[in-house]
């Protein structure tokens, strides 16, 4: 069964220091997604990438994220310089049709960012 | 305002009896999709079951069905049979068509225990 795949699993760095989270999302998927959880909380929406743009973001997602599909088959998310309130799981998800859904939107295994 | 609602924070349940797992929505698209994903305790986000908003049955996929009554707004998760492993949490979501963003906003989960 495709699977999109996330990497790192888990990434710790220090306050201040960029990171690049890697997805792969699945090879016909053309809707791409950023999520995060908050240990305990609820999964928030951060981004929407179709067509190589953006197409939709959260308030969350502000000048300190971007998002990239640099060759086709990544899909990274970079926090610039990170807070300790960015310490979190983050979800790539994809899509291959997002109207009707029917197979859901695929997550990956998500990457635990821990902000020291 | 809230678009995606799940009153019950914990439930617990005997191994091989049926529970329901409550979510209310609101939205005033027509055209929207419910969705019902599974969180063990790994992290990962794995997809259970669709409900579309024109779909005129109850979805149902293995053990679980999803009992959907569009006119309480409400897409209630039901697992027969509980089994060990569906200990997890269980997050309810929904994502609004044409008149909406197509982007998944999701509930804030219920914490499923299975006990033997």
């Known amino acids: 069964e495709p699977e999109v795949t996330q990497t790192p699993s888990h990434q710790v760095t220090q306050m201040g220091q960029e990171v690049i989270l890697r997805c792969v999302p699945i090879s016909n998927h053309l809707y791409f997604y950023w999520y995060r959880q908050i240990l305990g909380q609820k999964v928030e929406f951060l981004v929407s990438f179709y067509n190589n743009e953006i197409s939709e973001k959260s308030e969350i997602f502000d000048d300190q994220f971007s998002v990239e599909r640099p060759d086709g088959s990544n899909f990274t998310l970079k926090i610039r310089s990170t807070k300790l309130e960015d310490s979190a799981m983050y979800f790539c998800?994809?899509?291959?049709?997002?109207?009707?859904?029917?197979?859901?939107?695929?997550f990956g295994s998500g990457t635990r960012l821990t902000v020291v | 305002a809230q678009k995606i609602t799940q009153t019950q924070p914990g439930m617990f349940v005997q191994e091989k009896e049926a529970v329901t797992l409550d979510c209310t929505y609101d939205t005033s698209d027509p055209s929207y999709g419910l969705f019902w994903y599974k969180q063990p305790s790994s992290g990962e986000m794995i997809f259970l079951i669709y409900q579309g908003s024109y779909d005129q049955q109850n979805a149902t996929e293995g053990r679980y069905s999803l009992n959907f009554q569009k006119a309480r707004k409400s897409a209630n998760l039901v697992i027969s049979a509980s089994q060990l492993g569906d200990s997890a949490m269980y997050f309810c979501?929904?994502?609004?068509?044409?008149?909406?963003?197509?982007?998944?906003?999701f509930g804030r989960g219920t914490s499923l225990i299975v006990h033997p």
């Open positions: 979501a929904m994502r609004e068509g044409e008149g909406g963003s197509y982007i998944p906003t």
């Open positions: 998800a994809s899509t291959a049709d997002r109207a009707r859904g029917k197979y859901g939107y695929t």
